[in-house]
């Protein structure tokens, strides 16, 4: 809520929710395909490595793997932060007397961290149960967050609230023009980006070309359905003073508006209680996907260590190693807001950045392969004759969505609060590019050499010949928990 309040008002912040959920839902759909051609844990980079032009496939889709580590060790760090700081929110909201120091911030992020590498040490069995529990709970959640708004929340002259709603953008920031609207697209972004989640399970998933896409555009329509009707409300119910309600004492403006339509702690404290446990659960998935992500970029040979990274367990056929490392990246993370959680958020903005153009090079691929006289087959899910113009609508908010993201929160930044957010993008791909030409490009098995070598090989299916493929190189493919 805060930034798109900060930039455009609440008008601004319903008219890039609604637009970012438009925009977002269309690389969704785009990703769902490309997940239902080649449903692997790889994710973009497969598909990339399949669809780039020959002469580039291999060095593009090691950037991009790059790029998807990256934006989901930082995701997962940010999920880490929000419990944190949500959990200090209430503190601060109804204990004045609190004292917050930097270390609560990260001791509660390793806390979080830890009990989330825990879960994710057992068998997938737990997540798929897990799952159906957290469902069942958002949705329940939701209805009791948007009943308690609608009944107790104050609303004034519903009719001139509407069309200022609707019409009345605002510049808190100082802008200076109607430019700070689409500063403010970043809030909804970075709540709406991450819909490859499900792509990384792809491996432990039954009848993954069909059961992950639909994953991946049910939940997003539903969410992001959820998501407007939500934000209009909580808009209703902001009051005149939105400017106390952005300067919150709890660093929270939602748990601000919670409070002020109860004017109970007890129901804020569940409210937000139940919020966090939604929360963790999102760091429980996000941990997943990240290791998963790790671990088959390692498999392919594109990271360090990727011996040591590329091991499963025998037993639970969970890859541990790339489990603990993840943990071990998230604690790191933890340690920079003890210096400066202006930091912090630069270095987490970098999981928006990094995964959307780890989308945007997949994407622009998929596009390409359409018109290419080697275009694959359409797979079990496709988009149909609509591809193409939902192809480019989606490579169209990625450019926009990555050039807001490098823009700071308000005009005139100084050294501190300047968005540093491209210069590290920027310094992570010259590295990728480096590593792949001192190493990678003699050591990274594409996923697409490993397709080429497959039509080499006769009659062997694809399943047969992965599983040889991984027993000659000691490794042991990650299975389901059933068959």
């Not at 003073?241 to 409070?259: F, K, N, R, T």
């Not at 090079?361 to 609509?386: K, T």
Request: hydrophobic share 50%; proline share 5%; charged share 10%.
């Amino acid at each position: 809520m805060g930034l798109p309040l900060n930039n455009g008002g609440p008008a601004g912040m319903l008219w890039m929710t609604i637009l970012a959920a438009i925009g977002i839902f269309m690389c969704d759909l785009s990703l769902a395909e490309m997940a239902s051609m080649s449903p692997s844990s790889a994710g973009p980079y497969q598909w990339t490595a399949e669809l780039a032009p020959l002469s580039m496939q291999k060095v593009l889709s090691f950037v991009v793997g790059y790029y998807d580590v990256l934006g989901w060790q930082a995701a997962l760090a940010f999920s880490a932060f929000l419990i944190a700081s949500n959990i200090q929110g209430l503190l601060f909201l109804f204990r004045p007397s609190y004292v917050p120091h930097s270390w609560h911030i990260t001791l509660l992020m390793i806390a979080s961290a830890l009990v989330t590498i825990i879960v994710n040490y057992r068998s997938t069995r737990i997540l798929r149960h897990a799952s159906w529990l957290m469902g069942v709970l958002f949705i329940a959640l939701w209805l009791y967050i948007c009943i308690t708004l609608a009944v107790m929340a104050p609303h004034p002259n519903t009719r001139a609230l509407t069309s200022s709603i609707a019409l009345d953008f605002q510049d808190p920031s100082g802008w200076g023009s109607n430019f700070a609207v689409l500063v403010g697209i970043l809030g909804p972004i970075s709540t709406f980006v991450g819909g490859d989640v499900s792509c990384h399970m792809s491996e432990e998933t039954k009848d993954a070309s069909v059961s992950v896409p639909r994953a991946i555009y049910r939940s997003a329509a539903i969410g992001y359905t959820m998501t407007i009707l939500t934000t209009i409300l909580i808009i209703y119910s902001l009051g005149p003073d939105i400017s106390a309600i952005l300067s919150s004492p709890s660093g929270q403006p939602y748990q601000q508006v919670l409070y002020n339509a109860t004017k109970r702690e007890d129901m804020t404290v569940i409210m937000v209680t139940f919020m966090l446990l939604l929360i963790f659960f999102s760091q429980v998935t996000t941990t997943t996907a990240s290791s998963r992500q790790m671990f088959t970029f390692a498999r392919d040979g594109g990271l360090p260590l990727h011996s040591f990274l590329s091991k499963v367990t025998t037993t639970t056929h969970i890859p541990r190693n790339s489990v603990f490392v993840t943990f071990i990246i998230v604690s790191l993370l933890s340690l920079i807001p003890l210096g400066s959680v202006i930091a912090f958020n630069i270095i987490t903005s970098l999981s928006s950045i990094a995964i959307f153009s780890s989308y945007w090079i997949s994407i622009a691929c998929r596009l390409s392969n359409r018109f290419s006289v080697n275009r694959i087959a359409e797979p079990r899910w496709n988009l149909g004759v609509a591809g193409i113009a939902v192809n480019i609508f989606a490579l169209l908010f990625l450019t926009l969505g990555i050039i807001m993201i490098c823009f700071p929160s308000a005009p005139n930044p100084n050294p501190t609060s300047f968005n540093w957010t491209v210069v590290i993008w920027g310094g992570v791909s010259i590295f990728a590019l480096i590593y792949y030409f001192a190493y990678g490009r003699r050591h990274y098995a594409s996923p697409r050499s490993r397709v080429t070598q497959f039509g080499q090989e006769g009659d062997l299916d694809m399943q047969e010949f992965e599983s040889e493929q991984m027993r000659k190189e000691g490794d042991v493919r990650i299975m389901a928990d059933e068959p």
